[in-house]
């Protein structure tokens, strides 16, 4: 593999070079595909170099933001599919955020009362700094309406598991990172829709109920069903009995919709919240169906749960790929500036993150996760929103720029912090790390 890996790493060189050479000679015929094919060797050439093993994931993503800006047309419509697509959208990002709740426990959930007031700091920090630094660099750099929204909703979403992978690696309290995550993904269908409407609300139309109804689809839903498939491991047979009578009436129900079950309740059912409501129901019962039935495959292939991660992967290049290309135009005008928001906006939540966290009197390897739970943002679920507004090229912009920075400024602080372990907190290292290592490993391919 490793051979596979420097074939490709010296390909991208001589791509680099044909690269400039089209640029010199201002031949778009020959610096548009070399640029692809650099991007694309070199995301996976760097498996070749061992202290840039790590950065893989993000040279993927910019690759995705080299296709899309350089071929928009060919990412936005492949024949008479529209790639921007609402349901394709959004089984993608489901799929997104189930290759990311596979790496959950609920036994993350009951973690709390062990590390309550981390967890409580935690929280507040993310959905207080991040929203109003957004909202702070909206003020101060003037862009469109719609893309200063997105800044600000990019601030507003939960902190996604690459801060797991990124305490991991710093060595901090891994048991707070994992924790923090679980509940701040279940907190963002309440604070999100609420921090848009009080922040952003004068730049773009929010709908609170409705936002919230869309991240219970695009997160609630898909991590619901992980958890599901997590709870089934080690069911007792009255849990398997209880689970398999709700998947026979989530099937029979789900079955029932395209044969006029649907049509019969958009009928007689005038109330609009009722419809929503029964419509978000329908989609928690897929969420039953899909976690019984991705267990029963899981028991099959033993290693399917190792594979999602680089499902997720996937999805979300290719949000990043569609993104950009649906804002190609957008991008021109402000790409530059967007990078220098995203560079201000995740050094204020590493800073903020760890000094609060001092502030607050927690140890400095808590201190330390609080930073990246703080800095690091859930750039799948900002698109998934946008793309549910149908505004992906506008709304969802911000979270196609901001993702590549983020991981590259975690992986730096990562390593940083690692080099200079706290050595006062070592027990807790141990404790965390040997307590969640495993759910780590694999959201770790993410970032490989």
Known sequence: MKKVSQIFLVTGIIALIVLLIGIIMQQPGLYKPAA????????????????????????????????????????????????????????????????????????????????????????????????????????????????????????????????????????????????????????????TPLLMKLLAGTLVEVKVIHMMMEIIKIVIVPIGAALLHDFLKGASPRGVRVVSLLFIIAACWLAALPLGWWNYLATHITAQSLLQSLEIFGFLLGAIVAGVLYHLLAKTFTKLDTIMPYCSMFGIIYFTTVTTAAGHENLLRTGWLLFICSVIHNAAGFFFGYWLGRLFRLDKNSARTVAFEVGLQNAGMASGIAASMGKLGTLGLPAAVFSPWMNIAGSILANYWRRRPVNDDKATIENSVSGVKQEVDGVKELTS
């Open 36 to 191: 692809i094919s650099a991007a694309v060797c070199m995301a996976i050439g760097l498996g070749a170099i061992p202290a840039l093993k790590g950065y893989q994931y993000t040279a993927w993503i910019i690759a995705a933001v080299v296709a899309g800006m350089l071929y928009p047309a060919s990412f936005t419509n492949w024949g008479s599919i529209d790639l921007r697509n609402k349901w394709l959208m959004l089984v993608i990002i489901q799929l997104v955020m189930f290759g990311m709740g596979i790496q959950m426990k609920l036994e993350d959930f009951t973690a709390v009362s062990k590390t309550g007031k981390g967890v409580a700091i935690g929280l507040l920090c993310h959905f207080s700094v991040m929203p109003l630094m957004g909202f702070l660099l909206t003020r101060i750099f003037h862009f469109e309406p719609e893309i200063a929204a997105g800044i600000i909703l990019i601030g507003s979403t939960s902190s996604g598991l690459a801060s797991n992978v990124m305490v991991y690696l710093a060595r901090a309290n891994l048991v707070l990172s994992v924790v923090v995550t679980a509940m701040a993904t279940m907190a963002a269908p309440f604070f």
